[in-house]
């Protein structure tokens, strides 16, 4: 942001011996971060003013002349030039040897030489605007000489000076303002620097007429359809209006600060934004909807709608962009169109143009989260959005329209000014604040006088009542929109004002406690640590928002919405943490082909905050959870490295008394496959699930992709259990494998469990574990392979097991319709 330290100057009287680097660093260490202090005019060093004293033609080129030109030293200089403008008495600028100059307004600059052109000695050159870089204040004399005959100038005097173009300029870090939306204007600056150099400010300049009306007058009506995305907008019709150029002084002004000149009006409404911090607009009133004529006859006047954009609707800009626009965003509307992009830039089918001859000039506050996701939405940063999105006070809505009236009717004494119309639900409030004058000693570390801090605040706009030593404080509304609201931040205010380098160094004792130790968070490392070292996953870290688009192809449901949310699509915390895995496993299948990937971290439900009693009434309940994700090709099985994983994590926790369950009435989401689902069961509590994704909802690319996710909070309360010695088997076990042939929707689970029952084991338990090998498809049906332990107090023989093998396989066939494969 660029910053007229002479403009600063109109508002705060800053002592004589103070210089503008003195001013910026003051400013650096108290408030903003002033990256440059620029002298303007530097770049028409060696430019000055001249006058023509004879003129002859250049006797080897027609199109050329001889010019004999007064720079106010004891002879003229010889310069010979090509415009065909140029005549005796005429003021110039005359580009001495060593000035910068631009050949005809184009390129880099070039620093001029004397030179010999065509046989005769030239000592300098008689400029264009545009070869100086000044086509905007001399805009029709861009491409021909420029005439300063009509300027009361002094021969000789540096051009930069003459025209009251040199000047300093602040060149402030917009970062350091992000937070601070009152300092986004000039006026915010000098209330800083009135606090530091504790010096007067002066008022703004604008009158208070003319009146301010609810809704409608006879010459315009505002409706406003979203209040809480408008919640102020003044309108005023301005007639008698004659488009043309700005005064010298403004575009001086406006061009230091970094803005185009462009013409009376618009000028206006730039220069007060910089100046109070209120973006403004004025569309042709002519171009809007309704003639001002028939509005008047049908007693409405005019109409401006505030309103949600249709999805699809299309609006020209003042830069010739089209854009297509949806539902979340605001727009101005005539009665049958857009005519602007609320709070970012107007049409271009309502602008000012040279036939204008009555305005509409709006000023508006709109709200700043919409505002932003906009711009950021169409690529579109403008000063006035990036002013809107950082929370402006509504009240400086009627501050901006008075003033730019005020310098409208200077500028064209005509112009006839309607009633200001008013619509919106605004009002304003006041935050008030209590701090001890001892809890500010306390953490300042030092002792203030009282009045130091009454003068501090006071300068800064804060309006205070003091009693017992405890300052009631009532924020000024250009603070309260998110700045400062609690006792700090009136202790930084303070402590900045009267100076950081004003505190005292002291080393502070401090009773050292130890940490409380929180076996909760040992637990999280030690699982983190397994899977990713041991089990070889990646650690994943996600936004903790949903995306709805997502959440309604997955059949999940948002249960805590967001105030203003970082997208639109982004309306809800997440409930589960399975989607943003979803999203993590389509952003890397461009990269990877197998991965393994977890994340630990909170979900949000509607559920009340169970943890602290007095959060229960604001805060959701956010418990921990785990979620876990294994891709690989389509020939491999990650549902059984989950199965692993999740085995053998349990194993190192000591929690033995898990199992998995099929249950047609479970939770488990949708898109996981009906066969390969189970519910996670401890001690008979479901705390989570783990099954393979239904290809036919969710395609992955020929990969597979098994998932789980586990309610962490439920695993922390759990007591590992008791390690108890047991002894090697002092025989050895036979393995033995079978394949049967099933029907296709005959669970591998379901058997497993099936050969594990005392019914199936026997009386003396031979049968000692079960694992399922493999699956294949085959031909109606399919084929499920098995290892099955076979252990006694005693070396077992093949006779032994036969029989037992056989009963399973019996039993299978009677239960499952299985029959053995050969």
Known sequence: MLVSYNLLK????????????????????ATVEVEQVIELGTELDKVVVGKVKNLAKHSQADKLSLAWVDIGAKEVVKVVCGGTNLKEGMLVALALPGAKIRWHGQGEPLVLEKAKIRGEESFGMICSANEIGLYEMFPHQEFEIMDLSGLKLKVGQPLAQALGLAGIVFDIDNKSLTNRPDLWSHFGIARE????????????????????????SKDLRVEIKERKLCPRYLGCVIENVKIGESPDWLKKELLAMGHSVINNIVDVTNYV????????????????????????????????????????????????????????MLVIADSKKPVALAGIMGGRDSGINERTTAIVLEAANFEAANNRRTAQKLNIRTDSS????????????????????????????????????????WQEEKNVIKVSHDF??????????????????????????EQGGVYSIIVPGWRATGDVSIAEDIVEEVARIDGYDNLNEKEELVALTAAKY?????????????????????????????????????????????????????????????PNLIKNIQDNLRFLDNFKIFELARVYTAKMAKWDKKMADSLPYQPK?????????????????????????????????????????????????????????????????????????????????????????????????????????QHPSIERDIAIEVDWPVKWADIEQFILTPRTRGKDLMIQDVSFLSEYPLENKKSLAFRIVYQADRTLTNGEVEPVEAKIIKLLATKFKAKLRQ
Not at 199 to 215: M, Q, R, S
Not at 394 to 408: D, E
Request: glycine fraction near 8%.
């Open 10 to 29: 109109k508002y705060v009287d800053l002592p004589p011996e103070v210089s503008p680097q003195a001013v910026a660093e003051k400013l650096t260490m």
């Open 440 to 465: 500010l000693e306390r953490r300042i570390g030092r002792q203030l006088e009282k009045n130091k801090v009454l003068g501090i605040l006071n300068r800064l706009g804060f309006e205070i009542d």
């Open 273 to 328: 934004m910089e100046e109070v911090g209120q973006p403004l607009h004025a569309f042709d009133l002519a171009l809007l909807g309704q003639k001002l004529q028939d509005a008047r006859n049908n007693k409405q006047g005019t109409r401006l709608i505030i309103r949600r954009a249709k999805k699809g609707e299309k609006l020209a800009l003042l830069d010739e962009s089209e854009l297509a626009l949806d539902d979340e």
């Open 625 to 729: 959870h785990l979620a876990g994700a294994v891709v690989t090709g389509k020939n491999e099985e990650p549902f059984r490295q989950v199965k692993g994983i999740l085995e053998e994590m349990f194993n190192k926790l000591q929690i033995t008394n898990y199992k998995l369950q099929i249950n047609p009435k479970s939770q488990i989401p949708n898109f996981i496959n009906s066969v390969r689902r189970f519910e996670l069961v401890i001690g008979g509590d479901v705390v989570g699930w783990l099954g393979e994704v239904d290809y036919n909802q969710l395609n992955f690319k020929n990969k597979k992709v098994a998932l789980f996710e586990i309610n962490w909070e439920k695993i922390i309360g759990l007591k590992p259990a008791e390690t108890k010695y047991q002894s090697l088997p």
């Open 193 to 216: 620097l009135s606090a530091i150099y504790q010096v007067p400010l002066k008022g703004y300049d604008f009158e208070l007429e003319p009146d301010i009306v609810a809704n409608q």
């Open 518 to 578: 929180q076996p909760e968070y040992d637990l999280e490392n030690k699982v983190k640590n397994y899977l990713s070292v041991g089990c070889g996953m990646n650690e994943v870290f996600n936004y903790p928002w949903a995306d709805e688009k997502l959440m309604e192809r997955l059949g999940l449901k948002g249960e805590v919405g967001i105030a203003n949310p970082p997208a639109g699509e982004l309306g809800f915390l997440q409930t589960s943490l399975v």
């Open 386 to 425: 990036q002013r809107f999105e950082k929370s402006l006070d509504a009240h400086l809505a009627a501050v901006g329209m008075r003033r730019a009236i005020k310098l409208i009717k200077e500028l064209m004494p005509a112009a006839k000014v309607s009633p200001i119309v008013e619509a919106g639900n």
